[in-house]
T-cell receptor, first 114, second 115 residues
Framework: QQQVKQSPQSLIVQKGGISIINCAYE??????FPWYQQFPGKGPALLIA?????SEKKEGRFTISFNKSAKQFSLHIMDSQPGDSATYFC?????????????FGSGTQLTVLP | DAGVIQSPRHEVTEMGQEVTLRCKPI?????LFWYRQTMMRGLELLIY????????DSGMPEDRFSAKMPNASFSTLKIQPSEPRDSAVYFC?????????????FGNGTRLTVT
């Protein structure tokens, strides 16, 4: 099963709050998990990524938490800002596989209120 | 680096007409992907190329869809005949060869409306 399940579908957060988006996967061969950020009228762009040999990766206000045993990973946006309002996609791929394509989650539309 | 360039940005056509979407990948990138984005299905991979050769077209929904990559700097996605259910945003993306964790670089998409 190649599916990556993402929740919630939409999220509204006050400025300065924490935004949390969750993803779960089934394919244990997945070993690279990027997050993409998409603004209206634009294509998705890589935001941050993690390998399962670490439980957490932080870049500025953005943190990925990874739970390998539960096959779950999440994106945390600290001190959320209105400029973070966008659609976020989690994704997964097996680096050792022959397939070159990412499996994307269904997306989360984040709105940060001023 | 101009990024991935797609044209047109918007396309409105009538059912039954042929539609051609165009993509110029980033120079030096060996992989090119075509995605379709809808509210109902999210991001769907339609087809991808490696060094101009189609590798996996299992996501192409029907024979009405075809894609070509005649050279390293140009690709097209054609829908003939188009149907209202083809209305979506179509993205082209490219990535360099070598590392599977190389990021995808997406264009800004073509919004297709079929009436």
């Amino acid at each position: 099963q190649q599916q990556v399940k993402q929740s919630p579908q939409s999220l509204i957060v006050q400025k300065g709050g924490i935004s949390i988006i969750n993803c779960a996967y089934e394919n244990t061969a997945f070993d690279y998990f990027p997050w993409y950020q998409q603004f209206p009228g634009k294509g998705p762009a890589l935001l941050i990524a993690i390998r399962p040999d670490v439980s957490e990766k932080k870049e500025g206000r953005f943190t990925i938490s990874f739970n390998k045993s539960a096959k779950q990973f999440s994106l945390h946006i600290m001190d959320s800002q209105p400029g973070d309002s966008a659609t976020y996609f989690c994704a997964a791929i097996s680096l050792g596989g022959s397939a070159r394509q990412l499996t994307f989650g269904s997306g989360t539309q984040l709105t940060v209120l001023p | 680096d101009a990024g991935v360039i797609q044209s047109p940005r918007h396309e409105v056509t009538e059912m039954g007409q042929e539609v051609t979407l165009r993509c110029k990948p980033i120079s030096g990138h060996d992989y090119l992907f075509w995605y379709r984005q809808t509210m109902m299905r999210g991001l769907e991979l339609l087809i991808y190329f490696n060094n101009n050769v189609p590798i996996d077209d299992s996501g192409m929904p029907e024979d009405r869809f075809s894609a070509k990559m005649p050279n390293a700097s140009f690709s097209t996605l054609k829908i003939q005949p188009s149907e209202p259910r083809d209305s979506a945003v179509y993205f082209c993306a490219s990535s360099p060869a070598g590392r599977f964790n190389s990021p995808l670089h997406f264009g800004n998409g073509t919004r297709l409306t079929v009436t």
